[in-house]
């Protein structure tokens, strides 16, 4: 008999939903075996967290026949039956609880834990509406609630404590009571008992929107640890900001991971505190060996880019390159492959007609590859839904690699579908703020991140050149490749060696695709010799253009891309094509000719603005075969280019 597995199945019957968590370890430690896990015997083994939470016995046999010592997670809140008042008393919580109940009267008689780090858990049945997790009601005091969960006994503690239900107390002994209003009130300041809507908080400063959520809490923990504020007074803090800044708020236990990552760090002395320059001395940094997914080609814990048109085969190349790191098989030049798990962000392919079947043909252990499909959220009502991921929720991606430490590659597909509103993907500022993090990411836990963007339909003698967006984003990877057709065998692909800057320039690989109904890549032995910049010069050759023309196009490319969402003012996007791309304002007026760009003052006197002419005085709707995506998806030919094309 397994005493785990029994509590778990009988907090089931009871409609718990339970989930299997990390357990101890001899020697201390967590079983996830990382070494800076931040909540060592506490966190989800399952791949999807608290969403896996369960009261079904099938799946929790199957658990907990997998994992036999796990320890037992409860889900509390809406998803459960469960409010649980969390003591700790390593910070006051005692204390406060004493001076709670002597303002208000005793707790009422309830299911109550002791808990494996010396604290007390007492159970409350959960009120039926939306009761957010908050950390530090008081000093020392937590409530689980929505988006949360507890160790539940018998689980053991990583200092090897056990929980323990409380004598007498026990879910066996007593049923679960409703908390008494003075809690709730404590707990949800804002509430009015007789059903009707919350006010509005007010807030102490600016509203905080979806896609700056996580880094502004990020940036404001990390300023008060810096003033040697505890982890458990940074998250009571963040809470509050979260409940009044942030709109809608993030889920109380993802801001409790931002003070929790952010309080591992060592406050700075007092003396430097506030702002100032952080100075490392190369002497104190240890060398260490650059690590490789497939050596030479795709670096470990670094960014690659991967530039190609559509159709050219970029997400079969990606299908049979996962099939091989799942299996651990060896790379198509015969180099060892590194087993381990694969994740997948893509926006173009359907996970089951199209990446399924793709990935099944090429021979992956599909245990091994995931998909981030969605976030969830949850609204100022408190009703979760799911949307798109994109760059701006990483700390969700974060979240996911802690779930899969064996995970050794992250393909992003393509780059433009989650940038996330409002970033420009052809600024370099914007785009560097959200890849600049995405690689610290990939620093951190070690995974290859491959980028993949589409291709100019314009041609530039240097290859790394074509990738559609900001020079952004060959500049932080850290190497670039290019898959193109063969020329001379249109049935042949190309797999070429762009920017690298972390080994020798390397030789290029060539594959054709076989199958009708579920393609797969069937790789040539022989190397290819040719670079990306030599296919790019020698397209340049054979179109017999000039440097004017490649110029035209680029400023074409360039002012159809910067007036697709809407009218700019003309000194602001003379300058912008200047300075960050370098296009001459003669170029400039060439291309407002090619692309009949409408200049126009909304007011007079006032400045000069840009328009194309889809978006005219009329009013009209813009034709949908002139509109342009907002993101780095196939976008349509300059006027230029299509001019040339027809000669």
């Known amino acids: 008999m397994n005493p785990l597995l029994d509590a778990a199945l009988a907090y089931a019957a009871d409609d718990w939903k339970v989930i299997p968590l990390h357990s101890p370890v001899a020697g201390g430690g967590c079983s996830c075996r990382r070494a800076d896990c931040s909540s060592p015997a506490k966190h989800p083994r399952t791949a999807h967290g608290l969403r896996d939470a369960t009261d079904e016995c099938a799946v929790i046999e199957r658990w907990w026949s997998q994992w036999p010592v796990a320890n037992i997670g409860v889900l509390t809140g809406t998803g459960s039956v469960i409010l649980v008042l969390d003591i700790d008393p390593r910070h006051g919580g005692d204390d406060a609880l004493a001076t709670m109940i002597a303002k208000h009267g005793e707790l009422p008689e309830t299911v109550t834990a002791e808990t494996g780090g010396g ?22 005091i937590d409530c689980k609630a929505d988006g949360g969960y507890v160790v539940a006994a018998p689980s053991i503690h990583a200092s090897g404590t056990p929980y323990l239900w409380a004598h007498g107390l026990g879910p066996d002994d007593v049923p679960l009571t409703h908390p008494p209003d003075w809690l709730l009130t404590l707990i949800l300041p804002d509430v009015r008992r007789n059903g009707e809507r919350p006010r509005k908080s007010q807030s ?32 009571a803090a963040l809470q509050a900001v979260n409940t009044n800044r942030c709109c809608p708020p993030l889920p109380a236990d993802e801001v409790a991971n931002i003070a929790r990552s952010v309080g591992r760090y060592e406050p700075a002395e007092p003396e430097h505190h506030g702002c100032g320059p952080v100075v490392i001395r190369m002497e104190d940094i240890e060398p260490c060996e650059l690590e490789w997914l497939w050596p030479n080609r795709i670096p470990a814990g670094r960014i690659t880019l991967l530039v190609g048109r559509p159709g050219e085969g970029k997400s079969v190349l990606t299908c049979d390159i996962a099939a091989r790191i799942s299996v651990g098989a060896a790379w198509p030049d015969d180099a060892l492959c590194p087993p381990g798990s694969v994740l997948f962000i893509t926006s173009e392919d359907d996970p089951g007609d199209t990446v399924r079947p793709r990935l099944d043909a090429a021979g992956a252990d599909c245990r091994n ?8 959220r949850v609204d100022d009502e408190g009703r979760e839904f799911e949307r798109m991921f994109s760059l701006a929720d990483l700390q969700d991606l974060e979240t996911t690699l802690q779930q899969l430490p064996d995970c050794k590659w992250v393909v992003i597909d ?7 509103g409002g970033i420009d993907a052809h600024r370099d500022n914007e785009v560097r703020s959200l890849l600049a ?85 069937a790789w040539e032995a022989e190397a290819v010799t040719l670079s990306a910049d030599d296919l790019a010069a ?31 003012k003309t000194k602001e996007l003379t300058e912008e094509a200047r300075e960050g791309y370098g296009i001459s304002k003669r170029t400039l007026e060439r291309a407002r000719e090619a692309l009949h760009v409408e200049p126009f003052r909304p007011s007079n006197p006032g400045p000069w603005w840009l328009r194309l002419p889809e978006h005219s005085a009329t009013g009209c709707e813009p034709d949908p075969k002139h509109e342009q995506p907002g993101d780095l998806g196939d976008v349509p030919e300059s006027s230029a280019e299509t001019a040339r094309m027809q000669l």
Request: include cysteine; hydrophobic fraction near 40%; aromatic fraction near 4%.
């Open 437 to 521: 993090p995405l690689a610290k990411l990939a620093e951190k836990y070690g995974p290859a991140m491959l980028v993949i963007a589409h291709r100019r339909k314009s041609s530039a003698a240097v290859a790394d050149d074509l990738a559609l967006g900001s020079r952004a984003f060959t500049g932080i990877a850290r190497a670039v490749w290019h898959l193109t057709r063969d020329p001379n065998d249109k049935m042949r692909r190309l797999l070429l060696p762009g920017k690298m800057n972390l080994a020798p320039e390397g030789s290029g690989l060539a594959f054709a695709i076989e199958g009708l109904t579920t393609p797969r890549i």
């Open 204 to 235: 102490v400063g600016g509203v905080i929107a979806d896609g700056s959520r996580n880094e502004t809490l990020t940036s404001l923990a990390g300023t008060m640890r810096r003033r040697e504020m505890t982890p458990e007074e940074i998250d």
């Open 119 to 140: 604290g007390t858990h007492y159970f409350f049945r959960h009120p039926g509406r939306s009761v957010p997790s908050r950390t530090g009601i008081v000093r020392g």
């Open 538 to 568: 020698a397209e340049c050759q054979r179109g017999k253009r000039g440097p004017d023309a490649d110029k035209l196009d680029a400023a074409v490319d360039f002012l159809r891309n910067a007036l697709a969402d809407g009218p700019r």
């Open 369 to 376: 590859v995931h998909l981030l499909a969605m976030v969830r």
């Open 414 to 420: 393509p780059i433009g579908s989650f940038l996330g």
